[in-house]
């Protein structure tokens, strides 16, 4: 169903810190699995919630890509990163699970990158173990953290929440270097922490994915990514296995530059660049508030 786009004033309203989150965890409650698809713009937020998506997931790769066309190698940093996770709550709304990479460095940084991104809206903050600086999770020569030292991330981030609704989610890459038995047992480790979602990411196939739902107590979310290493399951397959939440984060980044490579390369080619398939311009402008604008031209305007 497709939901009206917000205002200009909704988008620049103060948002309510506790009603996303409180509304993700009463989602999360419910018995069907959550799919939250990832976006890599301020287009693309807005687009899924007109789509109608409930909650939306900040991908640090794909926003990174998006604004300074670089890799997910621990070279855009907190301040970065906030400002593009305060422009998706300004444009989207509050109801977005941002990743905060590894809380951009020690104890100190995490109990900052908390408040700071709490500050800003957003119902979830997700934190993985990587070593500082981290590595896309579906990329090689990721290496962990000790697992004390993310339980102690873990403690940090909960007690820095000002509000208790906010969700704190641990995420896990230990897969590849220390083998799914340990990333099991992180992943037991730091939902006893605290951590009110559990992500273990990379695995391979669904067996490995039933085998970390089945182990872990707490509520668990699956990374659905195109091109990763794990399989790509249906929304039924993974409430079966027992996810509660599937987030989906290259999916608007990889069909819009599939899309831009092909009108490109036409337009390159001397070839039309029309296509049924392209946006309606009058609908893109009222989506994005232009039609706001126009009115108030139309008031104040001499």
């Not at 409930?54 to 790769?61: D, P």
């Not at 991104?117 to 020569?141: L, M, S, W």
């Not at 984060?249 to 092909?262: C, D, E, H, N, Q």
Request: aromatic share 8%.
């Amino acid at each position: 169903m497709n939901t009206p786009p917000q205002t200009l004033s909704e988008r620049n309203a103060v948002p309510k810190l506790a009603s996303a989150a409180v509304q993700l965890r009463a989602r999360l409650a419910q018995d069907t699995l959550l799919v939250v698809p990832g976006v890599h713009d301020m287009i693309a937020a807005l687009v899924a919630k007109r789509a109608g998506f409930e909650f939306i997931y900040g991908s640090g790769f794909w926003l990174t890509a998006s604004c300074y066309g670089l890799p997910d190698a621990g070279i855009v940093g907190y301040a970065e990163m906030k400002e593009r996770m305060a422009a998706l709550v300004r444009v989207a709304g509050p109801q977005v699970i941002a990743d905060a990479d590894t809380g951009y460095g020690g104890l100190l940084n995490v109990h900052h990158t908390v408040r700071g991104y709490e500050d800003i809206g957003v119902a979830a903050i997700q934190i993985e173990d990587q070593v500082f600086p981290k590595r896309c999770g579906h990329t090689p020569n990721k290496q962990v953290i000790a697992t004390e030292e993310m339980v102690d991330k873990i403690r940090v981030a909960c007690d820095a929440r000002r509000s208790p609704d906010t969700l704190i989610i641990a995420r896990t890459d230990a897969r590849e270097q220390e083998g799914l038995a340990a990333a099991v047992q992180r992943a037991q480790a730091y939902d006893a922490a605290g951590a009110d979602m559990i992500f273990v990411e990379g695995l391979h196939d669904a067996q490995e994915m039933r085998l970390a739902c089945s182990e872990v107590s707490g509520l668990m979310m699956a990374n659905m990514s195109h091109g990763g290493y794990s399989p790509m399951l249906s929304a039924d397959e993974l409430q079966n296995i027992g996810y509660a939440c599937a987030i989906y984060p290259a999916l608007t980044g990889l069909v819009s530059t599939y899309a831009m490579t092909r009108v490109l390369e036409a337009l390159r080619d001397g070839k039309a660049t029309s296509d049924p398939g392209i946006a309606d311009f009058g609908d893109f402008c009222e989506m994005i508030g232009f039609t706001e604008v126009w009115e108030f031209d139309k008031k104040w305007a001499r």
